[in-house]
T-cell receptor
Framework: GAVVSQHPSWVICKSGTSVKIECRSL??????MFWYRQFPKQSLMLMAT?????????EQGVEKDKFLINHASLTLSTLTVTSAHPEDSSFYIC???????????FGSGTRLTVV | AQTVTQSQPEMSVQEAETVTLSCTYD???????LFWYKQPPSRQMILVIR??????QNATENRFSVNFQKAAKSFSLKISDSQLGDTAMYFC????????????FGQGTRLTINP
């Protein structure tokens, strides 16, 4: 079945630094990828929609300059958390939609801790 | 905008019992898709079952089945012969056939299967 690889699975960084999270579709092409944030014991909150070859569409309230998204190919989207602060600590999950059909596959998530 | 509501924050049953998780949604669209996702302690999102709104027949996947009531905008998940491995967060999700193609998630139900 469709597989989405997300790396790293966890990362610890210092305040003020930037962190990049990768999301790759391994066996299918994904024109659209989605980035979510999940707080403990809560649902997934959509941050942005990443479209291959074009700018990402951010949800209301999400700072586009802090959460940079790049979708340069049909198999790779990246989320960069810039100038990270402790309040950015969270669980980030990506999801890829297959080019055909309505299948959505999720990455295994990245736990970000900013100290 | 579409909304998805899961009114049961937590549920707990004994192993081998049957349990039903509730989900209601609100939409003005006629064509859409509904999903149940499972998120075990590993936090990997796993698709449990999917239903197309244009299909009257309820979807089933082994021990998992749904009761889709389109007029009532209800989409409950029944787990038969529950197993310890079914312990997880369960999220109901809506996907419209038109527009931005974003999954809309419910708040989640934390299901615990007790031995």
């Amino acid at each position: 079945g469709a597989v989405v690889s997300q790396h790293p699975s966890w990362v610890i960084c210092k305040s003020g630094t930037s962190v990049k999270i990768e999301c790759r579709s391994l066996d299918f092409q994904a024109t659209t990828m989605f980035w979510y944030r999940q707080f403990p014991k809560q649902s997934l909150m959509l941050m942005a929609t990443s479209n291959e070859g074009s700018k990402a569409t951010y949800e209301q309230g999400v700072e586009k300059d802090k959460f940079l998204i790049n979708h340069a190919s049909l198999t790779l989207s990246t989320l960069t958390v810039t100038s990270a602060h402790p309040e950015d600590s969270s669980f980030y999950i990506c999801s890829a939609r297959e080019v055909t059909g309505y299948g959505y596959t999720f990455g295994s998530g990245t736990r970000l801790t900013v100290v | 905008a579409q909304t998805v509501t899961q009114s049961q924050p937590e549920m707990s049953v004994q192993e081998a019992e049957t349990v039903t998780l509730s989900c209601t949604y609100d939409t003005s669209e006629n064509n859409y898709y509904l999903f149940w996702y499972k998120q075990p302690p590993s936090r990997q999102m796993i698709l449990v079952i999917r239903q197309e709104a244009y299909k009257q027949q309820n979807a089933t996947e082994n021990r998992f089945s749904v009761n889709f009531q389109k007029a009532a905008k209800s989409f409950s998940l029944k787990i038969s012969d529950s197993q310890l491995g079914d312990t997880a967060m369960y999220f109901c999700a809506f996907l419209g056939a038109q527009g931005a193609q974003k999954l809309v998630f419910g708040q989640g139900t934390r299901l615990t299967i007790n031995p």
